[in-house]
């Protein structure tokens, strides 16, 4: 079946410009999870959503950033007034529901903030 | 606070050959621990995971060795070949009422010659 999808695979904007992320999760998969992947950083955990709820968006890193999910299927990230140390690769994950560890990730979105 | 600490960052193994990736966390809430594999400009793939109730996991070539009482875990690859040239990441999870967001060691790059 399908895998999690991200669009677009690569964004370059100018700094200060606002970006939106999205995110497809498998069909069916309730939890969705975002991560950024940096060279500075690592993989490090962005938000959680259970359906369209986000117990926790305790890694969002500033409030320029923020994130929603509709219909507990898609999920859009959106970056206000970028900044160059945005620029990484954002990760969308997915899992069948709380009950299950397995995360299914992406290919990600590659931002450029110039 | 690095909760996962991973080594080596990288490792160069001949064909055939066993590669062996550690791993070490802090935080004895953890309860889940997956590895992934990456290659360049893909998302990290589930390889193989493990819960601290069993001391080894086997998956074709792949093992999770976990050691509770260290809070160590680590990966074996048995007759490494060169499609398995990528980076692995290990990782762990608690679960909470906030899902199971995963925290990642810092990766290693794993070249197998021929």
């Known amino acids: 079946g399908a895998g999690v999808s991200q669009s677009p695979s690569n964004k370059v904007t100018e700094k200060g410009k606002d970006v939106e992320l999205r995110c497809d999760p498998i069909?069916?998969?309730?939890?969705l999870y975002w991560y950024r992947q940096s060279l500075g950083q690592g993989l490090e955990f962005l938000i959680y959503?259970?359906?369209?709820?986000?117990?926790?968006k305790s890694g969002l890193p500033s409030d320029r950033f923020s994130a929603e999910r509709t219909g507990g299927s898609v999920s859009t990230l959106t970056i206000q007034r970028t900044q160059q140390e945005d620029s990484a690769v954002y990760l969308c994950?997915?899992?069948?529901?709380?009950?299950?560890?397995?995360?299914?990730f992406g290919p990600g979105t590659r931002l450029t903030v110039t | 606070q690095q909760q996962v600490k991973q080594s080596p960052q990288s490792l160069i193994v001949q064909k055939g050959g066993i590669s062996i990736i550690n791993c070490a966390y802090e935080?004895?809430?953890?309860?889940?621990f997956p590895w992934y594999q990456q290659f360049p400009g893909k998302g990290p793939a589930l390889l193989i995971a493990i819960r601290p109730d069993v001391s080894e996991k086997k998956e074709g070539r792949f093992t999770i060795s976990f050691n509770k009482s260290a809070k160590q875990f680590s990966l074996h690859i048995m007759d490494s070949q060169p499609g398995d040239s990528a980076t692995y990441f290990c990782?762990?999870?608690?679960?909470?009422?906030?899902?199971?967001?995963?925290?990642f060691g810092t990766g290693t790059q794993l070249k197998v010659e021929l």
């Open positions: 935080n004895t809430a953890f309860d889940y």
């Open positions: 959503f259970q359906g369209n709820s986000a117990p926790d």
């Open positions: 069909s069916g998969h309730t939890a």
């Open positions: 994950a997915s899992s069948s529901g709380l009950a299950t560890y397995e995360q299914y």
């Open positions: 990782a762990a999870s608690k679960k909470t009422g906030g899902g199971n967001k995963l925290t």
